[in-house]
């Protein structure tokens, strides 16, 4: 794109030939009004022709499509817009595209409900398959996953079409020629190709192993996916046997004693130290296996020794991997006990297995306590307790362990050195706020494991990689099968590798395509490439990479956050983005997060429709980064009103005593130039706030220097500026006056512009050329700014003004009712304030008598006023 007027910032300051307000201003239909001129315009357009130092670009979090947005959501992405906004003011070219997150498996079960079907990969594609008219949740028709993926397709167009709705209402100033998916072309390729490399590397590997699997959704899960939830179950009292000796054990799992391969007790344990080195025998199996010691098992916990089974939980993963314990796995990837009943099992313990084989982890539970009662190995009735137990973030039922296959990306997690060069690059981000960091910090030096990013789906990217088949059809696991990085995007269940033919697939000697996609995380953990062009367009990642921002809440440092780290590490050799940004959550009245599940969701379109996007971004910036921010829907009345007041008042000063011209020079009064002091000061330290991304402290001094302007310098100067000679002085002064108010106002419009796009855009377009979004940020030469222009001068009439109004409204009589005699204490200084007011003063005070003034250098500007018979009313 070239350097245009349009997608430049400008410093206009000059009114246009014909200034236009309209008889009644309002907020309604200002959002469909703008939005679609911004469209038109290309309002936000990237210009890429600029240098990187001129470039400021943000990672912004993709929204996954198939689920649904909160207002928590709103808040957060109204966050990044102000930031962006802000930074486009100051010069920059902001790099602000969006992204899609339409993969994995939200979207599968989004699909399989909204069109009742179900994924069959050994069905064969149907050419032109349409889904039932009606569709059956319950009784989903099997398609094959071609077929499936064309349906996630085909949905999520549609959704990211409200989505984009969505966001082009709140007035996100994203430019939407840069939008992408993660699962569309582009994002296939840079993910294939960032994993070859990882493998080239040696980063990422293949590898079996205990994985955290859920028998709901059938796939492997990743440390940073788990939940922990209270699940309730019971302890069972359960009698292994040294001889003749009892050896009681506690467990909340006794289908397990199937598979158990060792007893392990603290070696500290004075109670155990005589079993360490010697076998028992599990009850009723009488498998024979040995005591041994862990520094991880609980002294104090139960009987303070514990059955290793493989596996109950990650306790288990660890003492087996540590103990070198072999493998007993029972528990199958359906949630159900293996059918077949194991080799280490054979007579009589053969047949009590054969009444858990099969069962679910629930019935095999109830029939292992029944073998116990019969045995007599049952101490007692089992006690119940409430367990914490990890689920899969989006299942509802625990996860098991299972030994699958599954690819992993090296993270730390296992290797000391990279988890220390992780931490380095935490290091090098600045945090906003600074604490977030400690959450990188106790996430990663609390891995204990590689990332694991295969996932058992169909709607993903596929890994590219093929598997040849020996004589006897079983897969080289060890020699995958690569494709050319010239050859991504690929997908191994419809292409076949290099060397191979279509009807090789699934023969001897022939190959079979890797069946797993990757986790979405793996897909996203790219976005800075994806969104930069990374590999396909140099010119374009040199101008964007790495970053200045990333933006998400803290509950997805884990995962979003950190995962990008990795990548970038590993590919770029740096850290993906210079700033983190983490917002916090929005929560309910009784700070209790918004979740479908607890019914305390707002759903953003209501409360926009309701009180327009202005109050509800005005409401947004109220909650500083890394704070929850309790909701409160009538909150966004003030929002509204503020937003109300800036068309009110801007339409009294350009329509009402048109003030039109910013001329800064024209101002002369002592209070005029007092108003452009106090704006001054404003403006620095709303600057200040707003480049260390308080965003928040932003709007505020922003937002108490504009109330003050309407309720004290509008109200004191409003005579004046009607140009009435004979009751406000000469014509330089109404000059005066209107220059300060124009100018005022030009620079208030473009401090509010980031916060208030909506109405500070309205009243722009009524006397200024082009878009206030493509305005320069205002600086103090806007303002024409000089020592004498002292702010206390404001201050002081304006503690006078309130003094008279105080007075009337404790008097109980209208605000025109004369005043026959003020006397006004207070220090010299302010005095002479005072006085250089006093027209302004009389004029919209109604102070029709003598004005006394009293020095008194001790004290504040008080206000004594005689009052005089209220006007007739008429």
């Given amino acids: 794109m070239t350097d245009s007027p349009e997608n430049t910032v400008s410093r206009e300051t000059t009114a246009p030939a014909a200034v236009v307000v309209p008889d009644r201003a ?29 470039v400021y670009s943000i990672d912004t979090p993709p929204p996954t499509v198939s689920g649904s947005l909160h207002v928590g959501h709103v808040f957060s992405y109204t966050h990044t817009d102000l930031v962006a906004r802000f930074q486009r003011m100051q010069g920059k070219s902001v790099f602000y595209p969006m992204g899609w997150d339409d993969n994995g498996l939200p979207t599968e079960r989004r699909v399989q409900n909204y069109y009742g079907v179900r994924c069959d990969p050994s069905l064969p594609y149907e050419d032109g398959f349409e889904p039932p008219a ?25 959704d990211e079409k409200v989505f984009e709705d969505l966001w082009r209402t709140l007035g996100l ?32 590997y293949l590898q079996e192993a205990p994985t955290l699997w859920d028998v709901t959704f059938q796939t492997a899960v990743a440390q940073a996916e788990l939940e922990a939830r209270e699940y309730a179950g019971a302890y069972h009292r359960v009698a292994f046997h040294a001889g003749d000796r009892p050896i009681h054990i506690e467990t909340t799992r006794p289908e397990l004693i199937p598979s158990v391969v060792a007893l392990i007790a603290h070696p500290d344990d004075e109670r155990y130290q005589a079993l360490f080195g010697t076998t028992v025998t599990s009850p009723v199996f009488g498998v024979e296996i040995p005591v041994l010691a862990h520094p991880a098992a609980e002294p104090d916990k139960g009987a303070g020794i514990a059955m290793c089974c493989t596996f109950g939980d990650l306790t288990d993963v660890t003492w087996w991997r540590e103990l070198q314990l072999p493998v007993r796995t029972l528990m199958g990837r359906d949630g159900r006990l293996s059918r077949e009943t194991p080799d280490w099992l054979s007579g009589d313990a053969a047949a009590a297995y054969a009444e858990l084989a099969g069962k679910t982890a629930f019935s095999a539970r109830e029939a292992m306590v029944a073998l116990l009662r019969e045995s007599g190995d049952l101490d007692g009735e089992p006690k119940p307790t409430q367990r914490m137990a990890n689920f899969y973030e989006k299942g509802d039922k625990p996860l098991e362990i299972v030994a699958t296959r599954q690819w992993y990306i090296t993270n730390g997690g296992r290797d000391a050195r990279l988890r220390t060069e992780m931490l380095e690059r ?8 600074p604490h977030m960091k400690h959450r990188y910090d106790n996430w990663v030096g609390g891995l204990n494991g590689d990332w694991l990013v295969s996932r058992q789906r169909f709607f993903g990217i596929p890994f590219p990689v093929w598997y040849a088949l020996d004589d006897e059809g079983e897969p080289d696991y060890q020699h995958p099968l690569l494709p050319r990085e010239d050859e991504l ?14 009807d090789q697939r699934g023969k001897p000697r022939g190959f079979i395509g890797d069946p797993d996609v990757m986790d979405t995380w793996a897909t996203s953990s790219l976005t800075p490439q994806i969104a930069g062009g990374w590999e396909e367009d140099p010119d374009l990642f040199e101008r964007v990479f790495p970053m200045d921002l990333c933006t998400n809440a803290h509950d997805i440092i884990r995962t979003w956050l950190f995962s990008r780290v990795v990548r970038a590490s590993f590919e770029n050799n740096t850290v993906p983005w210079s700033h983190a940004m983490i917002s916090g959550f929005i929560v309910d009245p009784d700070r209790k997060k918004m979740s479908k599940s607890k019914g305390n969701v707002v759903v953003p379109t209501e409360v926009l429709d309701k009180y327009g996007a202005d109050a509800v971004r005005w409401r947004a910036a109220m909650a500083r980064p890394g704070l929850d921010s309790p909701f409160d829907e009538t909150q966004m009345k003030v929002g509204r009103r503020l937003a109300l007041k800036i ?13 039109t011209q910013v001329e800064p020079g024209l101002v002369t009064e002592a209070v005029d130039q007092a108003l452009l002091g106090k704006l001054a000061h404003a403006l620095e330290e709303t600057t200040r706030a707003f480049a260390a991304y308080d965003y928040t402290t932003a709007l505020e001094q922003t937002e108490k220097f504009f109330w003050d302007f309407c309720d004290d310098y509008v109200e004191l100067v409003k005579e004046r500026a009607y140009g009435d000679e004979e009751a406000a002085g000469t014509s330089s002064a109404t000059a005066s006056a209107k220059a300060a108010l124009a100018t005022a106002l030009h620079v208030q419009l473009r401090m509010f512009a980031p916060f208030l796009p909506y109405a500070t855009e309205e009243v722009w377009s ?20 000089t020592a004498a222009y002292d702010p206390a001068v404001l201050d002081a009439v304006a503690a006078v003004l309130a003094g008279v109004r105080g007075a009337k409204s404790t008097a ?28 302004d003063l009389r004029a919209v005070g109604s102070i029709t008598g003598e004005m006394e003034l009293v020095v008194a250098e001790d004290s504040e500007v008080v206000v004594d006023a005689v009052l005089g018979e209220p006007p007739p009313k008429r």
């Avoid at 907020?27 to 130092?53: M, N, V």
């Fill in 426 to 433: 935490g290091a090098a981000v600045t945090w906003i706020p």
């Fill in 173 to 204: 100033s994203v430019d939407w020629k840069q939008h992408y998916t993660t699962i569309g072309p582009k994002a296939q390729k840079v993910s294939q190709r960032a994993f070859l490399r990882n493998f080239a590397r040696g980063e990422a």
């Fill in 647 to 659: 068309l009110n008042v801007s339409k009294f000063v350009l329509g009402s005593v048109r003030a």
């Fill in 766 to 785: 009524w006397w200024q050329p082009a878009s206030v979004h493509l305005q320069a940020w205002p600086t103090a030469e806007d303002l024409g700014v």
């Fill in 489 to 502: 995007p690929i997908d191994p269940s419809t292409q076949a590798p290099s060397g191979f033919t279509q």
């Fill in 26 to 54: 309002a907020l309604e239909g200002l959002e469909a009004k703008w939005a679609a001129q911004w469209k038109a315009d290309d309002t936000y357009a990237f210009d890429r022709t600029r240098p990187r130092s001129e």
């Fill in 134 to 158: 009606k569709p059956d949740p319950k009784r989903q028709v099997p398609i094959s996953r071609p077929n499936f993926v064309e349906l996630c397709e085909r949905l999520v167009e549609e």
């Fill in 812 to 839: 109980k009589v209208g605000m025109r009712t004369p005043v026959v005699h003020a006397t006004i204490t207070g220090p010299a200084a302010a005095l002479d304030a005072i006085r250089s007011a006093e027209s």
